[in-house]
C-alpha cells in the first residue's frame, strides 16, 4: 500500500538550476498538496490543485510551477534554483471535504539543498 | 484571507499529565474543518484529530481531544496522560471550503511538545 510517494528523497542543486519533484498517490484522491517545512514557520502551502488539469497559488507560489495532467501524479518544478528555496517539500492527498473530513495524507517529505 | 495561530513555540510536560496545546484561527467562511497533526523527529507527518466547523460535540480520539469554542475561533488539541512518545512538533491546521469545490488547507507554526520523565 503505497499512499503519497515523492520522488526524489534528497537532491542538491546548485543556483540556477532547474528540477521537478515528483508526487505520485495511489488512492484516487481529487486534492494534491505541495507545502515547504522551514524551521520556526511551520508548513507553508506553495501550490494546490483540486483535480486533473486544476492548480491554484496557495501562501508562497513564487518561484515554482505545477502541473496535474493524470489524477494521480502533482509535479512539483523550480525552473531556476535559488538557496532560499533549500527547504523540505512535503506532498499530500486527500479526498476533500464533500467525501470524508478532508484529511491529508503526506509523503514523506523531500529534502532539497541549493548551494 | 484565512489564517492559523499557535503561539506556544515550545512546551514542556510531565510524564502522565496532561496538556494542552492551543490554536486560534481566523477564517469567514462558514464551512471549514480543523486539523492537528504530529510529527515526531523521524519527520512524518501524522494525523491526529479532526473538528468540522458544523460538529457540535468536541472531537475525541483515544488520548487525544479537540477543545472547539467556534465563538472564540479556537481549537486546542488537549492530551490526556502524556507519554515519552508524544513529544514531537504539532501543528494545527485548517481547511477552507472555498467557492468553485476549492479547498485550501493551511498550517500553523507547529508547537514542540517534550514530555519529562
Known amino acids: 500500500n503505497a499512499g503519497v510517494t515523492q520522488t526524489p528523497k534528497f537532491r542538491v542543486l546548485k543556483t540556477g538550476q532547474s528540477m521537478t519533484l515528483l508526487c505520485a498517490q495511489d488512492m484516487n484522491h481529487e486534492y494534491m498538496y505541495w507545502y515547504r517545512q522551514d524551521p520556526g514557520m511551520g508548513l507553508r502551502l506553495i501550490h494546490y490543485s483540486v483535480g486533473e488539469g486544476t492548480t491554484a497559488k496557495g501562501e508562497v507560489p513564487d518561484g515554482y510551477n505545477v502541473s496535474r495532467l493524470k489524477k494521480q501524479n502533482f509535479l512539483l518544478g523550480l525552473e531556476s534554483a535559488a538557496p532560499s528555496q533549500t527547504s523540505v517539500y512535503f506532498c499530500?492527498?486527500?479526498?476533500?471535504?464533500?467525501?470524508?473530513?478532508?484529511?491529508?495524507?503526506f509523503g514523506e517529505g523531500s529534502r532539497l539543498t541549493v548551494l | 484571507a484565512q489564517k492559523i495561530t499557535q503561539t506556544q513555540p515550545g512546551m514542556f510536560v510531565q510524564e502522565k499529565e496532561a496538556v494542552t496545546l492551543d490554536c486560534t484561527y481566523d477564517t469567514s467562511d462558514p464551512s471549514y474543518g480543523l486539523f492537528w497533526y504530529k510529527q515526531p523527529s523521524s519527520g512524518e507527518m501524522i494525523f491526529l484529530i479532526y473538528?468540522?466547523?458544523?460538529?457540535?460535540q468536541n472531537a475525541t480520539e483515544g488520548r487525544y481531544s479537540l477543545n472547539f469554542q467556534k465563538a472564540r475561533k479556537s481549537a486546542n488539541l488537549v492530551i490526556s496522560a502524556s507519554q515519552l512518545g508524544d513529544s514531537a512538533m504539532y501543528f494545527c491546521a485548517m481547511r477552507d471550503d472555498l467557492s468553485g469545490g476549492y479547498q485550501k488547507v493551511t498550517f500553523g507554526i507547529g508547537t514542540k511538545l517534550q514530555v519529562i520523565p
Open positions: 473538528q468540522g466547523s458544523y460538529d457540535q
Open positions: 499530500a492527498s486527500s479526498f476533500g471535504a464533500r467525501v470524508n473530513t478532508g484529511e491529508l495524507f
